[in-house]
């Protein structure tokens, strides 16, 4: 079946305190992005990557950071987390960059940071 | 930079009437033009997609219209169910930028 699991679906955290967000993907495909959702403010992209090892910045980059080392996986990571980033996170991929292709969403992790 | 707007945030219908969401956009017309569904704390689903040079594509009850020159597009749910209650997100792929851009959502209900 073919899908994109994201790690963990909840989580609660402490001010500083480093975390990372799993993603992977079974489709082989070749772009991924994270989002986080607010309320009012919609789906906004944090980092996406065109392939392996080809990272850039969405709309709102700061406080992330990402890794693309296989095509498969795609991990999220907050070094330094602010209550500020407290908000539901998704991974998506899909084929190629293009917006004929389809974007396959992860179920979603809410994170808290407290 | 591109605003995108969806019509009220939330849409209230009855059973087996047809619901009609609204995206509307600001500045340069997007390439692609697609449309998804999410249900409470689930990721979006993708639902349908329009191409700029399309006018209107269709899948079973669902269609959606691609107008440029309104900068507009219109995503309608025929003989809608309550099954259909769900936040539905217009998302704009645009020549320029790496980006898709997701319209807030409407947030539609249909009533039994």
């Not at chain 1, 403010?41 to 080392?69: A, C, F, W």
């Amino acid at each position: 079946e073919a899908q994109v699991t994201q790690n963990p679906r909840y989580l609660i955290t402490v001010t500083g305190k480093k975390l990372t967000v799993t993603c992977s993907q079974n489709m082989n495909h070749e772009y991924m992005s994270w989002y986080r959702q607010d309320p009012g403010l919609g789906l906004r992209q944090i980092y996406y990557s065109m392939n392996v090892e080809v990272t850039d910045k969405g709309d709102v980059p700061e406080g992330y950071k990402v890794s693309r080392k296989e095509k498969r996986n795609f991990p999220l990571i907050l070094e330094s987390p602010s209550p500020n980033q407290t908000s539901l996170y998704f991974c998506a991929s899909s084929l190629s960059r293009s917006g004929k292709n389809i974007q396959y969403f992860g179920a979603g992790t809410r994170l808290s940071v407290l | 930079s591109q605003k995108i707007e969806q019509n009220s945030e939330a849409l209230n219908i009855q059973e087996g009437k047809t619901a009609t969401l609204t995206c509307n956009y600001t500045n340069y017309s997007p390439a692609y033009l697609q449309w998804y569904r999410q249900d409470p704390g689930r990721g979006p689903v993708f639902l349908l997609l329009i191409r700029e040079n399309e006018k209107e594509k269709r899948k079973e009850r669902l269609k959606v219209t691609f107008d440029t020159t309104l900068k507009q597009s219109l995503f309608h749910i025929t003989a809608s169910q309550p099954a259909d209650s769900a936040t539905y997100l217009c998302a704009l792929d645009f020549y320029y930028g790496q980006n898709f851009v997701f319209g807030p959502g409407t947030r539609l209900s249909v009533l039994p």
